[in-house]
């Protein structure tokens, strides 16, 4: 099964506005990352948050992780059409030699003009 | 040029035939994998390795072989195609470190089982 569930499916917002979406997960994690996909294309890297910190900022991307609550967020801010996308939560597990990914189903993020 | 390629971009082909896609990176990454994208799924996890002579089953390896011909190649192949086996495919790549490093993909294989 997935380790990360999004929260919602999709959304849909005015240029303008700020997305929030969300990710819960199972497992202990070493880190939690978050990926953006267009329509049919590949994957790109957003940001990557370690279990011991709290929040991230990247540009208009802030993220949190709350390990207590096996829960991220991810919020865009001032959204632009041009961020209309697919978003996906990835959890890297802790211990051992874990060193791949568990995608969730992702959100599909619309940014109308 | 683009890091990490994916050969075909797009393939049709039958049930029963033998298929083969490739993968090639030039980021000079050890960690190589394979996933299928479903329609409204996030990515499952094919086949991984870490390094020419390692290969490491994933979440739904039934039905795929690969092989690691190359630090930079890494080939899935369907022995048998199935029409459950029509998906969006990627490789993507990451560096060695302690935990799970960011990983880069390739722009993806649009294959179709008829």
């Known amino acids: 099964s997935q380790q990360g569930e999004e929260d919602p499916q999709a959304l849909s917002i005015q240029e303008g506005e700020n997305a929030t979406m969300n990710c819960s997960y199972k497992?202990?994690?070493?880190?939690l990352q978050w990926y953006r996909q267009n329509s049919g294309r590949g994957l790109v890297h957003l940001i990557l948050i370690r279990s011991n910190e709290r929040e991230k900022h990247s540009g208009r991307l802030r993220v949190t992780l709350d390990t207590s609550k096996k829960s991220s967020s991810l919020l865009i801010t001032a959204s632009r059409a041009a961020d209309t996308a697919s978003y996906f939560c990835?959890?890297?597990?802790?211990?051992?030699?874990?060193?791949?990914?568990?995608f969730g189903k992702g959100t599909l993020l619309t940014v109308n003009p | 040029d683009a890091d990490v390629t994916q050969t075909p971009r797009n393939r049709i082909t039958k049930t029963g035939k033998r298929i083969m896609l490739e993968c090639s990176q030039t980021?000079?990454?050890?960690?190589m994998y394979w996933y299928r994208q479903d329609p409204g799924l996030g990515l499952r996890l094919i086949y991984y390795?870490?390094?020419?002579?390692?290969?490491n089953k994933g979440e739904i390896s039934d039905g795929y072989s690969v092989s690691r011909q190359a630090q930079a190649k890494f080939s899935l192949s369907l022995e048998s195609a199935i029409p459950n086996q029509t998906a969006l495919y990627f490789c993507a790549t990451s560096a060695p470190g302690q935990g799970v490093n960011e990983q880069f993909f390739g722009p993806g294989t649009r294959l179709t089982v008829l």
């Open positions: 497992t202990s994690i070493n880190n």
């Open positions: 390795s870490f390094d020419v002579k390692d290969i």
């Open positions: 980021k000079g990454h050890d960690r």
């Open positions: 990835a959890t890297g597990l802790s211990g051992g030699s874990n060193y791949k990914l568990t």
